[in-house]
């Protein structure tokens, strides 16, 4: 059984651009969760979509934004990205909401310059 | 967002010794669960606990589900260096909401 895919595993974008993340969960799995890790804030929860809806919704801007499609699979949003957008960014399935026992994906590393 | 209190932040350890690492709270969580960080992928799941009191295994590992509800304790037997990396304590909370809140993170290190 394929684990948690993040695509891509690392970008490089400039302030001022845009960048979509792709995460396809694991294969029955509806709830994909989405977080942002830096060494100074460890891992923070962005949101969650269950079958096509945003359940819950961390403490970010909405320069952040994210979906779900039919297929479970879920895509992330940054616009106009900023310096402190330089992050780990996680992406964990589960199969009941909730996020408990969420499987994680091995990130996207994304870097703004 | 609310952080769960985890300590120690950093341990160096020999090969062979026993840890024990733990996560606190301010308030309740229904939920507790442990993972593990290799560097550049993500958390893995370790072990998970779902009621109080519950103590549970994993190989060499062992956590532990507090009374209170507010801690959980994470025990590593005879380490090895494939133990290295970095340990992260979740929690769910009771009131509602449904998210994970992730402890600050321990770092464990293996000295030669």
């Known amino acids: 059984k394929a684990g948690v895919t993040q695509t891509p595993r690392y970008l490089i974008k400039t302030r001022g651009q845009q960048v979509t993340l792709s995460c396809s969960p694991i294969?029955?799995?509806?709830?994909v969760s989405w977080y942002q890790q830096t060494p100074g804030q460890g891992l923070q929860f962005l949101f969650e979509y269950f079958s096509e809806t945003q359940r819950n919704k961390g403490n970010f801007p909405g320069r952040f934004s994210g979906r779900q499609f039919s297929n479970s699979r879920s895509e992330m949003n940054v616009s106009t990205l900023e310096l402190g957008d330089s992050a780990l960014y996680l992406c964990?399935?589960?199969?009941?909401?909730?996020?408990?026992?969420?499987?994680f994906g091995q990130g996207t590393r994304l870097t703004v310059v | 967002g609310q952080q769960l209190n985890q300590s120690p932040q950093s341990m160096f350890i020999q090969e062979g010794e026993d840890v024990s690492m733990n996560c606190t709270s301010s308030?309740?969580?229904?939920?507790w669960l442990w993972y593990k960080q290799d560097p550049g992928e993500g958390p893995v799941l370790l072990i998970a606990l779902y009621k109080a009191g519950e103590l549970t295994s994993n190989g060499r590992l062992t956590a532990q589900f507090g009374i209170t509800r507010k801690d959980s304790f994470l025990n590593i037997s005879a380490s090895i260096p494939s133990d290295v990396g970095i340990y992260f304590c979740?929690?769910?909370?009771?009131?509602?909401?449904?998210?994970?809140?992730f402890g600050t993170g321990t770092r464990l290190t293996i000295i030669p």
């Open positions: 964990a399935s589960s199969y009941f909401a909730q996020n408990t026992e969420a499987f």
């Open positions: 308030s309740i969580f229904n939920t």
């Open positions: 294969s029955g799995h509806r709830s």
């Open positions: 979740a929690g769910q909370p009771n009131f509602g909401n449904e998210k994970l809140t």
